[in-house]
């Protein structure tokens, strides 16, 4: 029989990017008294990983939980970035209500839409908490028609329309239930989850049912398989049956070893769990997500929803330029294939497959963003590659015609950058489907446009608009394949020979283009070391030294004046390369070169190519 589980609440925060879902987490954390007095507390402490913290962006779900007033509330803090949607759809089954933080002056935008669907389909409650309200130029009475707005658009149910609002500001750690109120503590948000969140339910005498929904790695235990007990209980040394909704034949028995619950931001040992609990669980090796763990007696798989599939692909492969093996800790291709395999045990959004060459491997991923990041972690790990630029990943439908992911692209931009956006937009195959007015005076152009049209454009982007624009995209299916695109209007400017740069020669070359290199830096022929102002590519020597004479002029000996190069940084860098190129990544370096070095080979193969 069915029972509540009263003393328990899951639930899961969702959001679009930067607005505030982690630093909510935090307040949360602090207010149930998880931290002692005394204790330091870091900022979005959350978000335990280096890149997470830099770039200010969630990547991994994360499990923690607080109790308040005998309740214990687990919370899910999502991604709110579309690459790494493959997260939010797998967590949204642990738990039984999201709250959807909205920014009191953005108010809702494109992903906010991409994370709501989600919980609508699954017909979760939600509770909307309006965040940043102590902003200047907040405006939460327009946002709360705005999210009613979106909830309509989504077919929400009415008790979903009826979903309480909750004004908080997760910097100063104050919510109230109403817009004009200001709040003191987290305490009204604390109330609405308890009241509003149902409790779990199962049934706690049928056999053992648990989904596993999220993977955790550890260097020491190996896999851990985080889920929520459906039914039964699940007890430490129980012998259970792994199976999976989508893998009818996959039945393994295997023995529950350790089973951890989870509190504040810790997992704590726990000899057994009931319904409701979200449990992590160790010493199953090849434990995946989606699969069921059930009691031997009673097998039935819980149904999941398939992850989505990638869109994008690039090469890795091991680096084999002039300058291989001198900065990086791990060089060889047994290295980069352990280091890829590896990440798939936690990313599962994630592919890689091996290639005819065992030098080389295609990765696929969600998105620039989720492959970008995978190379910044290994690189930072002392690792060293090279890959080639991200390319999409083409379908056929049943007439065998090619189809390609499709993006819808929500720009934000001053009305005076709207036409030369429409412009670049356009040819790269964009299509402008509306124009309007968006909040801050702002003008919102929203496209429907290849996902290959969108490689490369972020740097344009932000030179087109000043910095000034706001741009986010959400994956919108596949489509016929709409034609060729040209990338890059300018050629590359390309090392002669093999030595050090030397102000001279780069004094003789910035007159060709824009310089990513200063003095005193290696290079090899076939190293692109600049970008011309002209669609071909050009050589240049900047290893060149002036010639000694013994005539001497006051102002032929002036020092030669070096514009600044332009350093490029890791997502400038994959932009920039073209399908003839590579981007050579060590943990020191990064630099493009050409995939053919020899100059006479590069034009035999330009010549075939025509």
Do not use: W
Not at 452 to 475: A, P, S, V
């Amino acid at each position: 029989m069915k029972q509540k589980r009263e003393d328990i609440r899951n639930v899961a925060i969702i959001a679009h990017v930067d607005h505030g879902k982690t630093t909510l987490v935090d307040e949360l954390l602090k207010q149930s008294g998880v931290f002692r007095e005394n204790q330091e507390v870091r900022e979005r402490v959350m978000d335990s990983n280096d890149i997470e913290r830099e770039r200010g962006i969630t990547i991994l779900s994360k499990n923690t939980a607080v109790t308040y007033k005998g309740t214990k509330i687990n919370i899910i803090d999502t991604p709110g970035h579309a690459d790494f949607g493959g997260e939010v759809e797998r967590v949204l089954k642990m738990v039984n209500g999201v709250i959807l933080v909205v920014d009191a002056f953005e108010g809702p935008m494109p992903q906010t839409k991409f994370v709501l669907r989600k919980a609508m389909e699954l017909k979760l409650p939600v509770i909307v908490c309006i965040n940043k309200i102590d902003r200047p130029e907040a405006r939460p009475k327009e946002v709360i028609d705005e999210v009613l707005e979106l909830l309509m658009d989504l077919d929400a149910t009415d008790e979903q329309l009826d979903c309480p609002f909750v004004f908080a500001s997760a910097k100063t750690g104050t919510a109230s239930l109403s817009v004009d109120e200001k709040g003191t503590d987290m305490q009204p948000l604390f109330d609405t989850i308890v009241d509003y969140i149902p409790a779990p339910e199962g049934d706690p005498e049928a056999g053992t049912q648990l989904l596993i929904s999220t993977i955790d790695y550890n260097e020491y235990v190996g896999r851990i398989g985080v889920g929520k007990v459906d039914n039964g209980v699940i007890k430490v040394n129980q012998d259970v049956v792994i199976v999976n909704h989508h893998d009818p034949d996959k039945q393994k028995k295997v023995k529950v070893s350790k089973l951890y619950e989870f509190e504040g931001l810790n997992k704590v040992e726990v000899k057994e769990a009931g319904i409701g609990s979200i449990v992590a669980i160790s010493g199953i090796a090849d434990i995946r997500i989606g699969d069921t763990l059930c009691s031997p007696d009673a097998i039935a798989p819980i149904p999941f929803q398939k992850i989505s599939e990638p869109t994008i692909a690039m090469d890795f492969m091991v680096n084999d330029s002039p300058l291989a093996g001198q900065e990086g800790k791990f060089v060889t291709s047994r290295h980069l294939r352990e280091r890829l395999f590896r990440e798939l045990n936690t990313d599962v959004s994630l592919r890689v497959e091996e290639t005819d060459s065992t030098d080389r491997f295609k990765v696929s991923g969600r998105g620039e963003l989720h492959l970008s990041v995978l190379i910044e972690n290994m690189r930072r790990e002392g690792y060293e590659f090279a890959v080639s630029k991200a390319e999409v990943l083409y379908r056929q439908d049943e007439n065998g015609k090619k189809l390609e992911p499709m993006e819808l692209a929500y720009v934000d931009v001053p009305e005076e950058y709207s036409g030369v956006i429409i412009e670049k937009l356009s040819m790269r195959k964009g299509e402008l489907k509306e124009m309007g007015h968006a909040s801050g005076g702002y003008t919102r152009l929203i496209f429907s446009i290849p996902s290959r049209g969108l490689i490369g454009y972020r740097g344009d982007f932000m030179t087109d608009t000043k910095g000034n624009g706001i741009m986010n995209t959400i994956f919108d299916g596949y489509g016929p394949y709409k034609g060729d695109i040209a990338y890059r209007a300018q050629g590359s400017l390309i090392a002669f020979e093999a030595g050090e740069s030397v102000t001279y020669g780069l004094f003789n070359a910035q007159e060709r283009g824009i310089l990513f290199i200063g003095p005193g830096e290696k290079v090899y022929s076939g190293m692109v070391i600049g970008q011309t102002g002209k669609a071909e590519d050009i050589e240049v020597n900047v290893c060149k030294k002036k010639q000694l004479t013994n005539t001497r002029s006051s102002a032929a000996d002036e020092a030669l004046r070096l514009t600044p190069p332009k350093v490029l940084s890791l997502e400038q860098a994959l932009d920039f390369i073209d399908t003839d190129e590579l981007l050579e990544v060590t943990p020191e370096r990064l630099r493009i070169r050409k995939k053919i070095l020899d100059p006479l080979m590069r034009k035999r193969a330009g010549f075939k190519n025509k």
